[in-house]
């Protein structure tokens, strides 16, 4: 018997060259894998979309009304069983359905009563609101660009975020996700 190594679809599996059998056996089990990897990757996104359905539902029911403090939003606003990616999903999506541009808030609890701030004040309630969940977020300041004529002028105008979920930092635009400018 001689035994080597084969690639199929690039997965090496040993077989022996004289044993159709075993031949069979080792794609067949190649291809059960692949099925079971495909019908995870299918549940499991199908999962993620209806978490984020249902966050989207809390968020819905919950009542338009003055804060007295950020904790009292962030307990409207969090299920405490809500993972670190929830939580920032949820804290984001909050904002960016809430809060019209307009003019500045100054501090984030006002923000979230008057409903309307500027782009720092998105990225400060975003903030607050994360620091209150032990999630890492940071405030970055740059130059938006909104036209052509932008490009090669460099001025700090604009404001967002960098968090961390994960393990891994993602940029967040809530200013611009918020889908309105004037």
Known sequence: FIEKINKYDGIKFHVKTDDKKLIQYNKTQIVFKFILLICFLCFSTKSTSQEFSAIDTHLASLPTQNYSSLEQLHNQIINPRFNEEQKVYAIAKFITNTVAYGERSR????????????????????????????IENNYVTGDGKTSAQDIGFYSSNHAWNVVKVNGRYQIYDLTWAAGTYN
């Open 107 to 134: 501090n984030p609890l006002n923000t979230a009563n008057v409903k309307e701030g500027v782009c720092q004040d998105y990225a400060e309630l975003f903030i607050a609101l994360c620091e209150l969940s032990n």
